[in-house]
């Protein structure tokens, strides 16, 4: 995951739900997955990939600097070419629960 999504996380929950809630919330992705640095390096491949989603292209940088099995996003449709598994939360929790 990278770092820029967990500050959108948080927002979105504490808009929701509340600020302990989000913290909880954050507490606990901290605990369960690794979080992958956006710099400078990574902004840059971002936009050499000419991705039409910046927010994508930042993603998927992310995930070749880091080696990610996998993706996952609720924009699908954002990573036509990728080399790396991209699938929905849906697609990921069908994983999990089996």
Known sequence: MAATTVTNIYYIIRKAAG????????????????????????????IALNFQDFEDAVQYACGIAYGVDAIVTRDVSGFVNA????????????ITDK
């Open 19 to 46: 600020a302990i809630v989000a913290n909880d919330a954050i507490a606990q992705i901290l605990m369960d997955l690794h979080i992958c640095a956006v710099n400078r390096e990574i902004l840059q491949q971002a």
């Open 83 to 94: 080399e790396i598994s991209v699938m929905s939360p849906g697609e990921l929790a069908n």
